[in-house]
């Protein structure tokens, strides 16, 4: 039976959990709504902004029951029809690593099979990264749009419509104004070793998150001198770099990274490195030729996450540890379901509130051999 809900009906509903996107589960005629610009337990008004045979978008238009949570949008331009970078806005900063903390632990007990008792020892609090403790100016690298007139601005939620704004409040000084854009050369400096990239190639855009990243990624990985690794998706070889630097120069690390600019900023960045191996290559056809039996890997995949025939192969080589960078939680629900089925066991995870006033994050996990496992 299918509802009689039309793009611009409005209804009052009552809020449920959070879902991942930024949404909030809601119920009405028959259907499952997600809502944006809402908060959990309120009572909201909503305006029905799509409708599909699979899903019914809504946003909150009047809030008639607020949340405790709820605050003002520090952004003129958070709001239902407006800008739709930023999902959490109208949520206090503590709120918003507590709801993506529920987002995580949702993803993992529905998608990576593990059950809420298992989950009871890991700790998935989402960290503050230092810098921005009121979640603005973090954004270090925007992508600006305009308009058919000319007129520069940010695109609405789900749409290539383009609203027009003059300073954006997440991004850091220098590109939070149309036009901005860092020239040249732009340097990253992380544990004393730079970086030196052009505007366009990919650097993690929170200033406080590539050490964060390194910091987790060794403590879990425990790399030591003689060891080989392998870094797979290696972009400009920020992990590589200090992995070289555990391993020493008896040990060797291999780096994969199927983007040439990537590859070429890492090769000037760790020149000081002959240990690190960088490999021009896509990761699924590298890996069924690749040399060896590494004793950990590094994964950080794109957001669609690593996927089943590349954990498949890293699993036949037996690897004691994989260390998996994720910046999706359901994608890495997928392959913490995967990677338990190939002997892995999900042993600690942590997670960063890398993208304060989105519902993003990014998170570290560290997989070990099961007993039951090769």
Excluded at 87 to 101: G, M, Y
Aim: proline share 7%; hydrophobic share 40%; net charge negative.
């Amino acid at each position: 039976m299918t509802s009689d809900l039309q793009v611009g009906d409005e209804r009052v509903v009552e809020i449920g959990p959070v879902a991942h996107g930024g949404h909030f589960i809601a119920h009405s005629d028959g259907r499952t709504l997600f809502v944006r610009h809402a908060l959990s337990g309120e009572t909201v008004r909503v305006r029905i902004t799509a409708v599909s045979r699979k899903l019914v978008r809504a946003d909150a238009v009047e809030v008639l029951t607020p949340s405790p949570d709820r605050v003002p949008a520090p952004c003129p331009w958070a709001h239902p029809n407006g800008c739709g970078g930023c999902d959490f806005q109208h949520v206090a900063l503590p709120a918003q690593r507590v709801l993506k903390q529920q987002v995580v632990t949702e993803a993992i007990t529905r998608f990576g099979r593990l059950s809420p008792d298992q989950l009871a020892d890991f700790d998935l609090t989402v960290r503050e990264l230092p810098g921005n403790p009121d979640g603005l100016h973090w954004r270090t690298r925007m992508t600006w749009a305009t308009d058919p007139n000319g007129r520069h601005g940010l695109r609405k939620h789900h749409s290539h419509d383009v609203v027009a704004i003059d300073r954006c409040l997440i991004a850091a000084e220098g590109v939070d104004t149309p036009g901005d854009s860092p020239t040249g050369k732009v340097v990253h400096e992380v544990r004393g070793r730079s970086w030196r990239l052009a505007s366009g190639d990919f650097w993690q855009v929170h200033a406080a998150l590539p050490e964060a990243l390194v910091d987790a990624v060794l403590e879990f990985g425990a790399p030591t001198p003689g060891q080989e690794w392998w870094d797979l998706y290696s972009g400009a070889g920020l992990f590589a770099a200090f992995l070289g630097e555990a391993v020493g120069a008896d040990g060797q690390v291999t780096a994969v990274e199927s983007v040439p600019a990537a590859v070429a900023v890492a090769r000037r960045a760790l020149h000081d490195l002959p240990q690190v191996q960088l490999e021009l290559a896509d990761v699924s056809r590298w890996l069924p030729t690749a040399p060896g039996r590494p004793d950990g890997v590094v994964l950080d995949p794109p957001r669609a996450g690593a996927g089943r025939e590349v954990l498949e192969a890293v699993a036949e080589r037996a690897p004691d540890v994989i260390v998996y960078v994720a910046c999706d939680p359901v994608a890495l629900g997928r392959d913490v379901a995967t990677l338990a089925d190939l002997g892995y066991r999900l042993d600690r995870i942590r997670a960063f509130d890398a993208f304060p006033m989105t519902h993003h994050l990014e998170t570290v996990a560290l997989f070990t051999q099961s007993a039951s496992g090769s």
